[in-house]
């Protein structure tokens, strides 16, 4: 069992930057493969950044990719997302989610919403022009 609280949300300018913090409970954090998935008004839960559980592996969705970046800290249950250059566009909750999955089956079903076993509870971010 993992239990996911994010923080680190808020209201920042075009341009801004912010960074999303994910603590994990349970001492087994180490072995999950994490993810970032946002979700905005009348949208559809989308794939942000991926991570393996070892941190080997990272992966981005091409909306963010060169401006947002997705590290794991094992030995401090965090998961992160550096968010620069950020949109209007990028307004959204944002979810962390552990997925249990080995590393190769995660390599194939990172991006989707039901490869993950754990969510937390979401945080917004919202990016005024």
């Known amino acids: 069992q993992v239990q996911l609280v994010e923080s680190g949300g808020g209201l920042v300018q075009a341009g801004g930057s912010l960074r999303l913090s994910c603590t994990a409970s349970?001492?087994?954090?180490?072995?999950?493969?994490m993810g970032w998935f946002r979700q905005a008004p009348g949208k559809e839960r989308a794939f942000v950044a991926g991570i393996s559980w070892n941190g080997f592996s990272t992966y981005h969705a091409d909306s963010v990719k060169n401006r947002f970046t997705i590290s794991k800290d094992n030995a401090k249950n965090t998961l992160y997302l550096q968010m620069n250059s950020l949109k209007p566009e990028d307004t959204a909750v944002y979810y962390c989610?552990?997925?249990?999955?080995?590393?190769?089956?995660?390599?194939?079903?990172?991006?989707?919403?039901?490869?993950?076993?754990?969510w937390g509870q979401g945080t917004q971010v919202t990016v005024s022009s």
């Open positions: 989610a552990a997925s249990g999955s080995s590393s190769i089956n995660y390599s194939r079903k990172y991006y989707a919403t039901n490869e993950y076993d754990y």
């Open positions: 349970g001492r087994t954090f180490s072995s999950y493969n």
